[in-house]
C-alpha cells in the first residue's frame, strides 16, 4: 500500500515499456476498498499504471466511502461537502501521479463504481483537459457534485463509457439514463449499455467495457 497527497492506493505499474504511459484510475463505490476494482488490472493494457485508489472515509465493516450518505434523511441523501472534498482530492491525486511517474497527461482514464461513477462523472466533466476516457459503471450525474459547468467547456478529447442494470434498486436505470441524456446533450462522444442486471457488474459488461478500452489501445 502506498500513499500521495493523502489518498492511499494500489498500484500495478507497466508490464511493458513505452515512450509515454497511461494511467488507468479506479475509484471503488461506496463500502468497499482499493482491492475491490484492482482485479481489472489483469485485463488492462500492459503499457498503463493501474491505480486503485481508497476513499479517505472509513465507514462500518472496514469499508471506506467518497462521501457519507444518509439511508434515513432522503432531503439530506449525501454529504456534498465530503463529495466536493473528495473530487479535489482526486484531481490533485491525478496531477500529482501523473508528474510523478511522467505519464503521457493525454491519456489519463478513470473508471468508478457506484459512488466511484458518480465523482468520475464530476471529475471528468469539469477536467477534460485532464481526463481522455471515462468509465462509468453503475453510476449517475449528481448536479450537487458537478457544479455548473462553463458553456465554453472543450469536451472534444473526452469520451465516455456508461453501462448500468435494469435491474439497479440501489441507483435506479432513470439515473442512469440521466446520464446518457446529458453525454447528447453536451456533444461528448460515448457509448452506452444497459444489462439484465442488478448493482453490480455483468459479465458482458466487464467484456464491453474491455472491447471499448481496446478501440483506443
Not at 70 to 77: I, L, P, Q, S, T
Not at 144 to 173: A, C, M, N, Q, T
Not at 183 to 210: A, F, T, V, W
Amino acid at each position: 500500500m502506498k500513499e500521495l497527497n493523502g489518498i492511499s492506493y494500489l498500484e500495478r505499474l507497466p508490464t511493458v515499456t513505452t515512450e509515454k504511459a497511461s494511467l488507468f484510475l479506479l475509484i471503488h463505490g461506496y463500502g468497499s476498498n482499493e482491492e475491490d476494482l484492482m482485479s481489472f488490472a489483469q485485463d488492462l493494457p500492459a503499457e498503463a499504471y493501474v491505480v486503485s485508489v481508497r476513499a479517505p472515509f472509513s465507514i462500518m465493516y472496514g469499508g471506506y466511502a467518497w462521501y457519507a450518505i444518509d439511508f434515513v434523511n432522503n432531503e439530506k441523501f449525501m454529504d456534498i461537502d465530503q463529495a466536493l472534498e473528495s473530487r479535489k482530492l482526486l484531481v490533485d491525486f491525478i496531477d500529482s501521479y501523473t508528474t510523478q511517474k511522467e505519464i503521457d497527461a493525454d491519456d489519463v482514464w478513470l473508471a468508478g463504481f457506484s459512488q466511484g461513477a458518480i465523482l468520475t462523472y464530476a471529475i471528468a466533466l469539469n477536467n477534460p483537459d485532464k481526463v481522455k476516457h471515462a468509465l462509468i459503471l453503475s453510476g449517475y450525474p449528481e448536479q450537487r457534485i458537478i457544479g455548473d459547468l462553463p458553456k465554453d467547456k472543450d469536451y472534444s478529447g473526452l469520451s465516455f463509457f456508461v453501462s448500468h442494470g435494469v435491474e439497479d434498486v440501489v441507483l435506479p436505470i432513470e439515473w442512469g439514463r440521466n446520464g446518457e441524456q446529458l453525454l447528447k446533450d453536451l456533444s461528448i462522444k460515448h457509448e452506452y449499455h444497459e444489462y439484465r442486471s442488478g448493482h453490480g457488474i455483468h459479465p458482458q459488461n466487464y467484456h464491453d467495457m474491455l472491447a471499448w478500452i481496446a478501440l483506443f489501445k
